[in-house]
């Protein structure tokens, strides 16, 4: 199972674009902090990566598509 995303709270402007793009929960906010929640629900797809305007969220991962798929 990859990482769960991290955020990098000195680019973080808590803008709150990563949790509405995010479909399972996993990123709240708490004392006006941007917190990621472990969650069995991620299906890591990238989108609070691509969607921060800071690049302040970083997946430990890649989603590479197969060609011949």
């Known amino acids: ?14 803008c709150g674009l990563c949790i509405s793009a995010c479909t399972c929960g996993a990123i709240t906010m708490i004392d006006n902090t941007i917190t990621i929640i472990e969650t069995d629900e991620c299906g890591w797809c990238t989108m609070c990566e691509l969607i921060c305007p800071n690049n302040a969220v970083i997946c430990a991962y890649e989603i590479v598509f197969d060609k011949e798929a």
């Open 1 to 14: 199972m990859p990482e769960m995303p991290k955020i990098d709270e000195e680019k973080c402007d808590c």
